[in-house]
Structure formats: structure tokens, C-alpha cells
């Protein structure tokens, strides 16, 4: 028994599955279409805690998904805030190479970004960098002019407004606890129903593995949860920092490093780190979770990605424990910044799948059976490009899943 039929139901109440549903409401406004999140709000997760940035693009690997669709979704970004006068700044970023090593990888990142499509970037020198930046330091920067910022908690929330206002139902506090194919319909059970569809797309970001089990398919991938944590410069000293201020990024690892982000609210804040976490929605240290930590154990992949990376992650333990080695990575490209000038700030977990023998997965990934799709890999640059993510898997979805 079901309480209700619908056409098609997106499982993910983040930017990712908002940005779906908003596209299927475009598309296919005929449609019934339900989403379920299982919160009480849409983005309290990965979507509702992050660093806010518009990427550019400049970071990915020509040809991949992230490369595409982040800067094409960058601009749909910066005309959606635009239009639907979502705050928004396109303030352009520097990323600082502080080491000679890191001197050709900028270069490399110039010649990437080009290759991408990026115009204007530009290599600086030290006096340079301290005109855009008075108190960063290094021997040469990257000029990115297209990276911005906004709110995405703040986007979610527009994306949200749209879809209601075009007739899809956003239900909270509706989570997906079984999921049953049968022969004509799919049946979604939650607490506060269970939903007959023809079409499932499991947007489900730390969970979605999960939801792809409890499916009936094998995800092959485990998602890992890598918390990032922030400190936030205390009011007096904001103004050491103008706009966004980066790393050279280790090339072995799917994050930017810590970087300084001044937030459209004017706040600027120092981070992420990238810490494993010991429980999904692990937020704080002391969130642990049996199964979580459970489950990752139980994974090969995870005990592979350990061998290859245990050094990186005692480091990002020790950062994570220690301000004033924190301060440290900090100081590299702010020589001025000490450790009275920071307080802790928040922190998001980004959800992060594994493959079996123990690599990241780098791109985007979104993986169709039957009339089910699963989107099991959309870290970073995902909010940036979640307008055009939502057409990609939609394109899909109309291809593989029959949505007409
Ligand atoms: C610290 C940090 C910094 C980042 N910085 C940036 C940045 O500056 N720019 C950028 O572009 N990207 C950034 N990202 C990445 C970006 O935030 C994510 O890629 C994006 O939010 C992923 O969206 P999502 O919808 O897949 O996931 P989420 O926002 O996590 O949404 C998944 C949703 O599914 C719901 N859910 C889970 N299980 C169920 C269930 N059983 N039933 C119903 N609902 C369920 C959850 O409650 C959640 O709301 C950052 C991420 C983090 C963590």
C-alpha cells in the first residue's frame, strides 16, 4: 500500500538534489515529482556547510566532468544568484605558490585553466600579490578573476521556493528507510508515508551508498566522510584579508589545502582542514559512530587508501588537534596571522567515495540501473555546478530512466 504515486522521486534535499529537481520542474513541469529529505530542512548537511565558493574551474582535469560542468555551472551560478537576487560576489582569488616546488605547478594550473576555457588568468609576482592582497606572501601567484562567492544555504533555499512554486512537493523529515522494486513501480518507505514512483534518483550525498543498497545494487564504492573545520578571523583582524587566498594544492589529493575565504557575509574564515571523520555526520571530534566506523573497516579500500595515506592523515589529526599547528599552515601564506587572531569556527563533512582498491574517486560520478539513478560521487566543485549537475543527471535520467 502506498499513500501516494508520484512520476519521479529525488532521495537528497542538498544542493544536489534540489539543483535535480529544480531541472525536472523545468523540464518536465507535467511530471509529479517528490522529493525526501530527511531532515527537517532542506541543506543541513554538505550543501548548508561549506566554504561558499563560486569555483572557477581552474583546478580540474581537462575533459573531466568536474572541469565541465564547474565552469559552465560557475556562470549558470553567478546569472542564477543574479536573477533571483541571491547575494553573490565575484571577487576573483589568488592562489599563492610559497615554495619553488610549488612555482611550475602553477603554471601547470594556468595552462589547465586555459585548457578548460578560463580567460584572464594571470601569473604575478610578490609585489603584485601585495597589491591584491596586502598581506599575503609568496614567490609567485595564480590570478583567478571568475571564482566568487555566495551562500548556498541561501541558494538551496531559492531552488526550493522554485520547485514548490512549479508544483514538485518538497517533503522534510522524510527519510528514505526501504526501498522496494517492484515489477511497475518503485516504493519508497519513510516514517511519514510510503511513495510509488516510476523513476528514483538517490541524491543522498553521505548516504547515498547506502540508498543505493538498500536498492538492491551493489555501489562498489564506500563513502567516506573527511570533515573540514574552520576557524574564523576575529573582526579586528578580517581586514588582512580581501577577498580569497589559496594554496598550491598537493595534486595527490582531492583538497584545495587551507585557504582563507572572505564569506559573502564579510566574515572571513581559515580552512578546511580535510580530517577522517569517525562517523558520517561526524561533525565534531568526539561524533563516533559504530556502524560508520563500522562499515568503513569492513572495506578494503579503506585499509588500502590507509596504507597509501596514513602520513597525510596523521598530519590532518595533528592540525586538527593542535591551533597552533594549524596556525603554522596558516602563517605559510599570512606570515602575519598568530594564533589569537583565529576562533574556532564550523565545520561541513564532505562525503567522499572510495573505490575497492583504495583510490578517491576524483570525478563525478552518477551510475543508472533500471529506473533507478545514483549520484555516488559529487564532492566539491558539486554546489558551484549543482545548476548544470541537475541537467547532466537529468539528461540522463530522460535517456536511461524513460523521463518524459
Ligand atoms: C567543508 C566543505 C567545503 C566545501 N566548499 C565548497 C565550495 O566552496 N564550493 C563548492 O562548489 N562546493 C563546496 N563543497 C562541496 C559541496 O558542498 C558539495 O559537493 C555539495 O553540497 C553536495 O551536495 P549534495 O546535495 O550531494 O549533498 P548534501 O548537501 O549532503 O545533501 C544530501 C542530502 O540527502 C539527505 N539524505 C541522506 N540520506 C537520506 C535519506 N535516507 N532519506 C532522505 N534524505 C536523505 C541529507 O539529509 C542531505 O540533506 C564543500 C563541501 C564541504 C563539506
Known sequence: MTDSRYNVIVIGGGVVGLGVALEITRRFPRLRLLLLEKEDHVARHQSGHNSGVIHSGVYYKPGSMKARLCVVGAAAMVEFCREHNVPHNVCGKVIVATRADEVPRLEELRQRGEANGLTGLRLIGPEELREIEPHASGLQALVVPSTGVTDYALVCEKYAELISSRGGTI???????????????????????????SALINCAGLHSDRIARMAGDDPSVLIVPFRGEYYDLVPERAALVRALIYPVPDPRFPF???HFTRRITGKVDAGPNAVLALAREGYRHTDISIRDLGGSLAFPGFWRMG????????????RSLSKRAFVRALQVLLPEICEKDLIPGGSGVRAQALKPDGALVDDFQFVPSGKVLHVLNVPSPAATASLVIGKAIVDTAASDLGLS
Do not use: C, Q
Open 256 to 258: 584545495l589545502g587551507v
Open 307 to 318: 596504507r597509501k595515506h596514513w602520513r597525510k592523515a596523521i598530519d590532518e589529526w595533528h
Open 171 to 197: 517533503l522534510t523529515s522524510a527519510a528514505a528507510t526501504g526501498v522496494r522494486r517492484l515489477p511497475n513501480e518503485i516504493v519508497v518507505e519513510t516514517p511519514r508515508g510510503a511513495f510509488s514512483t
